[in-house]
């Protein structure tokens, strides 16, 4: 029974909404027989992810074949939607490769992000204990690979794994205290201010644990990140580079001083 990548098939995708615009998916061409104790493979990236993720480390054999027996993953284009606002969270979600973003838009058409998702990176465990429908859109920014866990796998994990259950406190704990500097970096509506608020947010071990010093992203990549544009990003840029924060290269933002781009967040926050 082997892989292939296809498109958004209607059976396959109707469970998450918003999740067929634009992806191509890995997936089985047939049901799995129940008589089959060996699950399908899934690619060497995804294999890759599971077994850089924290989370993975506390699992049982059991736990872990389970997870890859069950979960898929979806291929999306830059600007693709990789689940809408408002549809059924039926997936907890992680990047395989490129960057995705996590934002919403308000009634008189104004977007706000709420944090940028690099690859190896998981996200939308929140999402997944409620069952309120999805409070956030997420886009790919480049062309991305994202992973899909099932929530019945997601909730299972938490029941039986303490290591996991572990895990996803600290994921809740510290996004939570994420947002409450986002929210207050957002008022200051200062572009440096919020450009550095999110290149140095890149860097938390705990939720981005594979993120380097040099940053693969545009300045377009960036701003959409930022909620900026073009041009006040590069002006921002301009300015922690120019304060030796960082240094800027066609397509990528090396990080020279990430305690002081911390510290020119809460400066201007104070």
């Not at 995708?13 to 104790?37: F, W």
């Not at 291929?75 to 059924?88: E, N, Y």
């Not at 008189?108 to 956030?136: K, M, N, Q």
């Not at 996004?175 to 938390?204: I, K």
Request: glycine share 10%; hydrophobic share 40%; with cysteine.
């Amino acid at each position: 029974m082997p892989w292939r990548t296809g498109g958004a098939d209607a059976d396959f995708a109707s469970g998450e909404g918003g999740i067929v615009q634009g992806g191509s998916c890995y997936r089985r061409t047939g049901p799995l027989p129940e008589e089959c104790a060996c699950p399908m493979p899934l690619s060497p990236e995804f294999e890759s992810l599971i077994a850089q993720s924290r989370w993975s480390a506390g699992l049982s054999a059991d736990a872990l074949a389970r997870v890859r027996q069950e979960a898929f993953e979806r291929q999306f284009p830059a600007g693709a939607v990789v689940c809408h606002r408002g549809t059924p969270v039926d997936h907890w979600l992680g990047v395989i490769e490129g960057l995705v973003k996590v934002d919403t838009v308000s009634r008189d058409g104004r977007p706000t992000t709420f944090a940028g998702v690099p690859a190896g990176a998981w996200f939308g465990e929140g999402a997944v204990l409620r069952s309120d429908p999805r409070p956030y859109s997420v886009v790919a920014v480049r062309a991305s690979r994202v992973a899909f866990v099932p929530r019945s796998t997601f909730e299972w994990l938490v029941d039986h794994s303490r290591s996991f259950s572990r895990f996803v406190i600290d994921q809740l704990n510290i996004r939570c205290g994420y947002y409450v500097a986002l929210v207050e970096n957002l008022r200051l509506n200062d572009a440096a201010v919020r450009v550095a608020f999110c290149l140095s947010e890149m860097f938390n071990p705990q939720l981005y644990p594979a993120t380097g010093t040099t940053l693969e992203m545009s300045q377009e990549e960036i701003g959409r990140l930022s909620g900026l544009s073009r041009q006040n990003t590069n002006r921002a840029l301009r300015e922690l580079a120019a304060a030796h924060l960082l240094s800027v290269s066609y397509g990528s933002v090396q990080i020279l001083d990430l305690e002081g781009l911390r510290h020119f967040v809460r400066g201007h926050g104070a």
